[in-house]
Nanobody, 126 residues
Framework: QVTLVESGGGLVQPGGSLRLSCAAS????????MGWLRQAPGKAHEFVAA?????????PTDPSRKGRFIISRPDAKNTVYLQMNDLKSEDTAVYYC??????????????????WGQGTQVTVSS
């Protein structure tokens, strides 16, 4: 069982920055693809970004977030980061770290697919 522990959420003003971290432990051979999804109030889960530790492939964020959200996984280790800059009110959501052995499995929003962190709240408000 892979365990994911997130940190770094909080309250930030519009235009501010936050960095989320997610550390994986356990049989991390099952966590080749790591990244983030988010869920805003009353909305479905939304893919944010992911990175494949096996080959460094980045599955990029939505164009509306391009240049603002940067995912990294230094040395393909078991920690993934999401640097979020120029945050907007519409970025307010619970951000979930997720891991799966394949990108297809990662993209599933089913709670039964892959390993999920507990979620960290990001609130962008003045």
């Amino acid at each position: 069982q892979v365990t994911l522990v997130e940190s770094g959420g909080g309250l930030v003003q519009p235009g501010g920055s936050l960095r989320l971290s997610c550390a994986a432990s356990g049989p991390t051979d099952s966590a080749k693809v790591m990244g983030w999804l988010r869920q805003a109030p009353g909305k479905a889960h939304e893919f944010v970004a992911a990175i494949n530790g096996a080959d460094g492939t980045i599955y990029p964020t939505d164009p509306s977030r391009k240049g603002r959200f940067i995912i990294s996984r230094p040395d393909a280790k078991n920690t993934v980061y999401l640097q979020m800059n120029d945050l907007k009110s519409e970025d307010t959501a619970v951000y979930y770290c997720k891991a799966h052995n394949t990108v297809t499995g990662f993209m599933s929003t089913s709670a039964d697919v892959g390993y999920w962190g507990q979620g960290t709240q990001v609130t962008v408000s003045s």
